[in-house]
């Protein structure tokens, strides 16, 4: 579920070509140490491998920081395009590379096996029995990690969590956790989780304005998946900036557009 790859989107292969003038800007930082507030020793970024992209300095702090989440079996830095596509002078942005591995060499946040995989939610009313999903208990825990180590380390203004697909359903579960909590939050072409449920209906004082696309002929995830998440969202006083398109699974150049103006 890369990003695109229809006429009229913006493919992985159009992006870089787009912005090859900008690659120079992004390193790639691989897991790292650094000291935890115990004094023991934590793996930085969550553990993750990330690219970071952007006009900043490493040891500038404040602007504003913006996590890409990739798709299921996309490679890690799929993302990277989007994030020259959305560049601004006071942002940077970090693309982490899934933990678990798929076949032909993607990533995934959590695997897509038929007889155990998180159920998306389809009203705001928990399941009887329900168990959390371990695979997302875990990622989300690493998620939230991730955003605390960039918040140490760089003190952002504004903290921007998103993504495409499986990434986008992560960005949705991690932000209505709030732990910690984001300023925006943007889904691209994702459902909302069932795992995600106690976190939607827990009150909040101040909740992050969220973004979602969803092409109207999805064939990986259905568009009444996106319209649920809107609606479900709503009901629970977040404000939507809801923005369908005619396509597919994939990223177009008017929600790349949108998303611009959002994040602005």
Request: glycine residues 10%; charged residues 20%; contains cysteine.
């Amino acid at each position: 579920m890369n990003t695109v790859e229809a006429r009229g989107t913006l493919s992985r292969r159009a992006l870089l070509a787009a912005v090859g003038a900008t690659v120079g800007c992004q390193s790639r930082a691989r897991p790292s140490r650094m000291a935890a507030a115990d004094g023991a020793r934590a793996p930085a970024w969550g553990g993750l491998e990330i690219v970071r992209a952007g006009p900043m300095r490493d040891d500038e702090s404040g602007g504003t920081a913006i996590v890409l989440l990739h798709g299921w079996g996309a490679p890690g830095d799929d993302l990277v395009p989007l994030a020259h596509e959305l560049a601004a002078p006071r942002a940077r942005f970090f693309v982490p590379a899934a933990p678990l591995p798929e076949r032909g060499g993607g990533r995934a946040w959590w695997h897509l096996d038929p007889a155990d995989r998180p159920a998306h939610a389809w009203d705001d009313q928990e399941a009887a029995g329900h168990q959390p999903h371990r695979q997302v208990l875990a990622v989300r825990a690493t998620i939230q990690q991730l955003l605390r180590d960039i918040q140490s380390r760089h003190r952002p203004d504004r903290l921007v969590l998103g993504g495409f697909s499986q990434g986008a359903m992560l960005s949705l579960d991690v932000a209505l956790a709030a732990a910690p909590a984001v300023d925006r939050v943007f889904a691209l072409s994702g459902v909302l989780l069932a795992d995600s449920l106690p976190a939607l209906k827990t009150p909040r004082p101040v909740k992050p304005p969220v973004f979602i696309s969803h092409g109207r002929q999805d064939p990986m995830l259905s568009f009444t998946g996106g319209q649920k998440a809107k609606d479900l969202l709503e009901r629970h006083g977040y404000h939507i900036e809801f923005h369908p398109f005619d396509g597919g699974h994939e990223i177009p150049p008017e929600v790349v557009k949108a998303l611009r103006a959002f994040l602005a």
